[in-house]
């Protein structure tokens, strides 16, 4: 197996290169989706070394931000992320292509004696890698050159435009967007992280994750989602979703605020009280904290990225261009039948 992977997630083109083949294989796997088969050039390159730390050459010239960050015109060197553990990246973004140097150690004995032996442990760490060198990178890129935000949320999308879901984690959005392939005119665009000019919402895509509670309350899938296998975190499993089932952009017709209520119930609520929830919702999803650390650390040299006036902008500009609603699906009932109804109501206004 090459120890290089492309990946192509809208306009952003990443060439991943690292030596240890377990990983690759893995990111492989995970990114399926996204893994581009063309000649095209990459934009972003991105190179993970094992086992190291960042050379201390590369500070040199840098001027020193922080405890964590050094930067200089064209330059960002994080030498410890607090959301990873172990983890050192080196950015270079001068010209066209964005460059990122990455090194891994094991934060502890412990940890990687532990990632040897169980397997969960060290996939839970491959996600974690996968998220900071390939999705992050891409969303600076996208960000910086197309003025898009990312949202935690998900999105589903019909041939009469698309439905997008807000929620904390654990609300249902990844049950709740499974539950819809019963339906054959239903595809999913994402289940947990969506891009949105402010008028449109671009898929961000990834395997999606649901315990065994959660499956078996969403029905048949027709084939149109199967599991890979991999376990996740809170004994989820991973569900891969077919190709045919999958849509790369929706123009939202509805904007639902998702949370399990006695009874499954759809109400409207005004659209400034949903972009702060929007807001707030975000806030509280561990992935989009991530990203924000590392797009706040962007801002100090590229300050498009990371941008808060433009996040508002966007996130209330989708707010008032749709109805929103307060969404609630009846807990442990059946989210086939609760989903039916809502994206009935939603539609019709």
Known sequence: MSNRLAISLHQARLALTTGRSDFLAFACSYLGPLLDLSSDEPNIEATLTWDAVLPAEG???????????????HHLRHTEIWQAPGLQIDIGWEGGTLAVHAAYSWPSRRARWTARLMDSVRERIFVLLIYYLVYFPCAW??????????MHASAIATNKGGLVFSGLPGCGKSSSALATLNAPEWQIVSDNLLFTDGAQVFACPEPIHVDAQARALVGDLAGR???????FSHRRQDYEIAPEARQQSTTPRALGFLHLGRETSVRPIDSTIATRRLMANDCLAKEWMAYQESAAAMHQVWPSIGDHERRIENLSSLARSVPCYDVAVARNGNVQRAMQTITQAMLNG
């Not at 989602?225 to 991999?230: E, L, V």
């Open 59 to 73: 500070q040199a010239g840098l001027e020193q931000l922080g405890r964590r960050l050094w930067a200089g015109t």
């Open 141 to 150: 890129r996208l960000e910086r050159e197309l003025g898009w935000t990312l």
């Open 225 to 231: 989602a199967r599991p890979t296998g991999r376990r």
